[in-house]
């Protein structure tokens, strides 16, 4: 059969789709090819007769191509895209009808199978210069009978044979964004979410590449589900060789149930390719979202915060929380914000999440002077809520016991002393809303810190499962809230890293990353978060010298230097710091807001070096003349000295002043003298000596870390 073909091209990618059948087109579309850009006149019958791949002996007649929504309709043996049926009907949809529509740099595909009752809408982008391609599933029901749909991948790519490594993600509370890499196995290797969130410990992306990928060389292909509930992403390698990626919401038995006329639609997976290894993947995430998902706010200078939470958890004393306010604002903080434990009888995590009015006991004059202090000292204020939580223990819950998930007749296990609110009720998502308008009507509050704080276990109302409709209510009820309050900005936190994705970006202005505030920790954790999202929504603070959640003792500038990138602040008892410490906060604050452009805009680069011990992580400046790098070492290396650090990315030919912004901590324990120029501001180096030969870093202990500022000096005379 004869086949047309259509053609998308980013500014350095190409996609091609090949069509089955002319006017009309008689089947499902497959994606024949997308990478880097074609040449312009590329004949795409010569590209598809170029990769034709024969049938196999012992297979069916015709080679089955991966289409759109592979199946076994037409011979497909692998993981389909569509799995339903209609009382054991209907399960293998053959969707001949078909229609392409064509709109600036997308295509629709809508193809039905009338007999089956079933119409298929796939949605494919690609953006013009971030270099990502979108997709969405939609499925509808136009058959007589309800349709029980249990999986509908968001998208089905193909996965050229060139990717030999797999890299998945793994982790824990306090443990986010951990990665494992492995060779591409034979079978599936497929992560599933039933958390009801995004989770801790299966971030929804996948990264495929050329053997022995890095940071900077090898091709890789990242792929991510835009989605803050349950997920399952899948890789699947046939044995003639086929590969595919899907991902898509995973469905739990009976929760999507298409009645006649009724359509399930799917999130978005975004797709990018690199031939510059992993740190092209991620500038070109970054660029995605800065330019196509997060809200404008983001765009301004990310305020460096205060958070309370470490350093009065619930003791809410005025007195202390005044003269919390008045250090931070002396060391340069802008933004100050009040955590858990303001709110009525909120004394312990046992008690009062629902009653979301303020404890008079504690603020016996309101917020206000409190408000008023922080707002006096020209920062501005930010409150925590949980919104979608209960507790046994509050007076929202002895009122309403019958407004949480839960499953007729069960007992749901409690998680943190706590239970979900349905938020698919309309009477309990209207409530919410009020509670929080009547807050931020009330007070000038600039941002909510929306905490999340457990898994959702029952994730039904009484007798079906609502799972992707509580996920689709949260984004209603956030949607609502900022469409009323546009100038407040919500940081999206569960737990730490629990719901960080790019569907709750589309309404969040920054995630916290981890409740783990050990710097130690927190920079393989921010390694990890920062392959898809940029530095300035990433929520990073100076914690406690002695930290809280794991009990390491770090010094301070390994905290600051660890915290210095994202979006910094502090989250520690400043009445403790001595004068020297707060002054050294208030230097790396002044710094950071100084190179704030570049951190917040740059280019993110990072190295894993000596096996992990040592990582290495910075911004470069989009017109290439500075840098801000962080060298941590995490264990102590293998040899004396490491390697010099190579930068890259810099202009080869500009001579630059490289500067350590802080020293090694006792150098005379391990080395008899130190290379003074990274110290007194004598360094000067060429963009190219520094890509190529690198700079001579001291020994420094373990868990510490040095600053490095790169600026150019002089550029080369044409
Ligand atoms: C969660 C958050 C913390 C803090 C506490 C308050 O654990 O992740 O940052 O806000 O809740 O109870």
Redesign the pocket.
Same mark, same amino acid.
């Given at each position: 059969m004869t086949s047309s073909y259509r053609r998308l091209d980013s500014s350095c990618s190409t996609v091609l789709l090949e069509v089955p059948g002319q006017e009309p087109p008689s089947g499902l579309p497959r994606i024949l090819y997308w990478g880097a850009s074609l040449a312009e006149n590329e004949q795409p019958e010569n590209l598809a007769r170029a990769l034709n791949r024969p049938a196999l002996q012992g297979g069916l007649d015709d080679a089955v191509p991966l289409t759109l929504s592979p199946s076994l309709a037409n011979g497909f043996p692998g993981q389909p895209a569509l799995i339903g049926h209609r009382k054991g009907r209907d399960a293998l949809p053959g969707f001949h009808e078909v229609d392409l529509i064509e709109t600036g740099n997308s295509w629709k595909i809508e193809a039905k199978d009338a007999k089956a009752g079933l119409s298929l809408d796939i949605v494919i982008s690609l953006t013009g210069d971030s270099n990502v391609l979108t997709m969405t599933t939609r499925l509808s029901n136009i058959g007589a009978t309800d349709y029980d749909l249990q999986w509908c991948a968001a998208a089905t790519l193909p996965v050229p044979a060139s990717y030999q490594e797999i890299l998945s993600f793994n982790g824990r509370w306090c443990g986010e964004f951990q990665t494992a890499r492995r060779k591409v196995p034979m079978g599936t290797l497929m992560r599933e979410n039933r958390r009801g969130r995004t989770s801790h410990d299966s971030f929804p992306a996948m990264i495929l590449g050329t053997e022995g990928f890095d940071e900077v060389c090898g091709a890789v292909l990242g792929a991510h589900l835009a989605w803050s509930g349950n997920h399952r992403v899948l890789h699947e390698r046939l044995p003639d060789g086929t590969r595919q990626l899907q991902m898509g919401e995973l469905l739990l038995p009976g929760e999507v149930i298409l009645a006649p006329g009724e359509t399930y639609s799917s999130p978005e997976v975004c797709f990018s390719f690199s031939e510059e290894g992993l740190g092209g993947l991620s500038h070109n995430f970054h660029s995605f979202l800065r330019s196509e998902v997060l809200p404008e706010q983001t765009r301004s200078p990310r305020p460096v915060t205060l @958070?309370t *939470?470490e350093a009065v958890y619930f003791d809410h004393a005025p007195e202390k929380l005044a003269r919390l306010a008045d250090l931070a604002a002396q060391v340069g903080v802008e933004r100050f914000v009040l955590?858990?434990g303001w709110f009525k009888d909120r004394n312990s +995590?046992r008690t009062a999440l629902g009653d979301w009015v303020l404890d008079e006991q504690k603020y016996p004059q309101g917020l206000d002077p409190l408000i008023a202090q922080v707002e006096g000292l020209g920062m501005e204020f930010g409150l *925590?809520v +949980?919104p979608e939580m209960v507790s046994p223990d509050s007076d929202l819950f002895r009122a309403h016991p019958d407004w949480i998930l839960h499953l007729e007749a069960l007992q749901e296990p409690t998680g943190r002393y706590q239970h979900v609110l349905n938020l698919t009720k309309p009477e309990a998502a209207n409530y919410l809303f009020d509670s929080l308008d009547t807050l931020l009507k009330r007070y000038p509050i600039r941002y909510l810190?929306w905490?999340m @704080?457990r898994d959702l276990s029952h994730q039904a109302d009484g007798r079906s499962f609502v799972t992707g409709q509580q996920t689709k209510a949260l984004y209603a009820l956030i949607d609502r809230l900022r469409a009323r309050h546009p100038l407040v900005e919500i940081e999206s936190?569960a737990?730490?890293g629990g719901r960080a994705d790019f569907g709750i970006l589309r309404r969040t202005h920054r995630i *916290?990353a981890s409740?783990s505030n050990d710097a130690h920790d927190r920079q393989s954790i921010q390694q990890g978060f920062s392959l898809f999202f940029p530095p300035e929504i990433m929520g990073a603070h100076i914690g406690p010298m002695h930290c809280h959640t794991t009990g390491r003792r770090l010094d301070l500038d390994f905290r600051a230097i660890t915290a210095f990138f994202g979006h910094f602040g502090l989250e520690a008892d400043l009445t403790q710091l001595t004068a020297d410490e707060l002054d050294k906060v208030a230097n790396y604050i002044a710094l950071h807001k100084d190179c704030r452009p570049i951190l917040h805009g740059g280019k993110v680069l990072r190295q894993v070096l000596e096996g992990g011990r040592v990582l290495v992580f910075g911004a470069i400046s989009n017109d290439r003349t500075e840098a801000m790098v962080s060298y941590a070492v995490l264990e102590q290396t293998r040899d004396g000295l490491t390697a010099p650090l190579r930068l890259t990315g810099l202009r080869s030919g500009a001579t630059y002043r490289v500067r350590a912004i802080n020293r090694p901590r006792d150098p005379g324990r391990r080395m008899k003298n130190m290379p003074d120029a990274l110290f007194n501001g004598e360094l000067l180096m060429s963009g190219s000596a520094l890509a190529s030969a690198g700079l001579q870093i001291p020994v420094l202990d373990p868990d510490t870390a040095l600053l490095l500022q790169v600026s150019i000096a002089a550029t080369k005379k044409q």
């Open positions: @958070n *939470w955590d858990d +995590e *925590w +949980e810190k905490d @704080n936190c737990s730490g *916290w409740d």
